[in-house]
């Protein structure tokens, strides 16, 4: 089995930064990728960006291009969300998710393993 714990959400002001980080445990992870989806009230689950193991490719949504930058450690199993200039649309729970390739898969049915969600308020 594998846990995924997401932290370091919270209240930031628009126009700050937060870095989100994923640290997984459970069966070996090897040639896993990680993305982070977030969903905002009312509304789907959407796609953010992923990385593959290797962290030789990335993916980002348009809407966070140039703002987020994913990231990992794998000597930690810890994959990050560096999000800065943040906007009060970005106001969502954020969520990492798992699965052994992730190169193109931005359907969140896709993925096969979630963490519980971290929250992330951008207040204007």
């Known amino acids: 089995q594998v846990q995924l714990v997401e932290s370091g959400g919270g209240l930031v002001q628009a126009g700050g930064s937060l870095r989100l980080s994923c640290a997984a445990s459970?069966?070996?992870?090897?040639?896993?990728?990680t993305a982070w989806f977030r969903q905002a009230p009312g509304k789907e689950r959407e796609f953010v960006a992923a990385?593959?193991?290797?962290?030789?490719?990335?993916n980002y949504a348009d809407s966070v291009k140039g703002r987020f930058t994913i990231s990992r450690d794998n000597a930690k199993i810890t994959v990050y969300l560096q999000m800065n200039s943040l906007k009060p649309e970005d106001t969502a729970v954020f969520y990492c998710?798992?699965?052994?390739?992730?190169?193109?898969?931005?359907?969140?049915?896709?993925?096969?393993?979630w963490g519980q969600g971290t929250q992330v308020t951008v207040s204007s």
């Open positions: 990385i593959s193991w290797l962290g030789r490719y990335t």
């Open positions: 459970g069966r070996t992870l090897t040639g896993y990728g």
């Open positions: 998710a798992t699965r052994r390739s992730v190169r193109g898969l931005t359907d969140k049915d896709e993925y096969e393993y």
